[in-house]
């Protein structure tokens, strides 16, 4: 009787731990709720101020000093200005904000400062007009229509909340605002510049990135390989123009650059492994001035997406060898021989799959099962991956929901796509998006830094 007394209480002290922590669980979602809430009309009111003042990639000089003014204001030791980029005169406008709390782990969370040579079409009041000269001279318009504004306010909203429950988590927090993501130079730039020797190296890092085809309240993620790295391609091929009427005479790089256009669709389908994924875009062909003049060269260009660096290696290979072979075999002379140039690329996204499995279940008491959802890898790029140093350290990056549910539901029954990420018409839901941004974030910090 004894022993089962025990085993009885045992039990019920069991009982009355789980419910205390399930009422500290409880709590704690009720209470940043409660906080979001407080802070809602302030987070719409930097929202809408980010999105009417977008600046280009490598100028993001005002956006990066109101980042690093916020964070100065809730307690951070901030440094600015952080970044080198390969062309001295751009420079690096990278934030990095450090807030220590005891003992822990360090987490870094990113996000990218910089907007997108895109003319504005949604209509919406807070609209951008801005023009803006690009890294060529040209004035041209400037728009957040990559959700960058979306991204930075999540992010100082989480700061804001994870200042107020520094009692909850202990370590090292690290806020990283990131420029020149759209032009994939951005992470290395800052790496460059000495960021986990001036700064404390995380143990983890992770960023979210809103997605126009998920609905708002509703967070997504991929475990292991996310997004794909990016190469950009020039080709140059070169032949010996003359008379329209007399191609005879002429050696036609019109005709090679359509041959070598065709040619390179059997990369993909008849040399890479179909488990491999991977996408050869020409994006741009431009070569002659008149009807009846067979040119000198045409230029292409092309995008090359592939997840794993091997793959990558492989198909620029496949590449130069379809060119140069187009052009032997027209007969262009080695002097005139194609030239193939391939620069800096974006590496892939690779999501830890142990971490991440770890926030999904912080995302599922947070928000609900319901709204944390496993969706597919994609061919898009960005350069959040550089921070791992090669898979060295645990990264995430997780989809946070950004359109009307009633507009993803017609979308999805109709066939017709919503404007997506880059469109000019692409415009999210501010108020429940920024909630849910806030919300998941803060409580992936709070999960990898509890007490």
Known sequence: MRKLTLVLAALLCLSLNLNAQQSSLNAMQLSLDAMIERDLASLLSTYKALHAAPELSHREEKT???????????????????????????TGYGVVGVLKNGPGPTVLVRTELDALPVEEKTGVPYSSNVKAKNDAGVEVSVMHACGHDIHMTSFLGTAKL????????????????????????????????????????????IALHDKPELETGKVGYTPGYAMAGATSIDIKIRGIGGHGSAPET??????????????????????????????????????????????????????????????RQR???????????????????????????????????????????????????????????KVPPIMASEDFGYFSLDQKIPTTIFWLGASDPAKVKQSRESGVALPGL??????????????????????????LMKK
Not at 271 to 284: C, I, K, Q, Y
């Open 64 to 90: 990066s000093a109101f980042v690093a003014g916020e964070l100065r204001k809730l307690g951070f030791t901030v440094t600015d200005r952080i970044g080198k980029f390969q062309n001295a005169q751009w």
């Open 422 to 447: 880059h469109s000019a018409l692409f415009a999210p839901v501010p108020e429940p998006t920024l909630r849910t941004g806030v919300k998941a974030m803060t409580s992936a910090v709070l999960e």
């Open 315 to 373: 198909i620029l290979a496949s590449i130069e060898r379809i060119v140069k072979g187009v052009a032997l075999t027209a007969g262009i002379p080695e002097d005139r021989a194609p030239v193939v140039k391939v620069s800096e690329g974006t590496g892939s996204t690779y999501n830890d799959p142990q971490l991440l499995e770890r926030l999904a279940v912080a995302f599922k008491k947070a928000l609900g099962e319901d709204n944390v959802v």
């Open 162 to 205: 994870l200042t107020e429950l520094k009692g909850r988590w202990s370590g090292t927090l690290v806020m990283l605002a990131q420029p020149a993501e759209e032009t994939g130079d951005g992470a290395n730039a800052m790496l460059r510049d000495d960021l986990y020797t001036r700064f404390p190296k995380p143990d983890f890092a």
């Open 250 to 311: 002429t050696k036609d790089p019109v005709v090679m650059a359509a041959q070598v256009v065709m040619a390179l669709q059997t990369i993909i389908s008849r040399e890479n492994s179909p488990l491999d994924p991977a996408v050869v875009t020409v994006g741009s062909i431009h070569g002659g001035t008149r009807y009846n003049i067979i040119p000198d060269e045409v230029n292409l260009q092309l995008t090359v997406r592939t997840y794993k660096p091997e793959v």
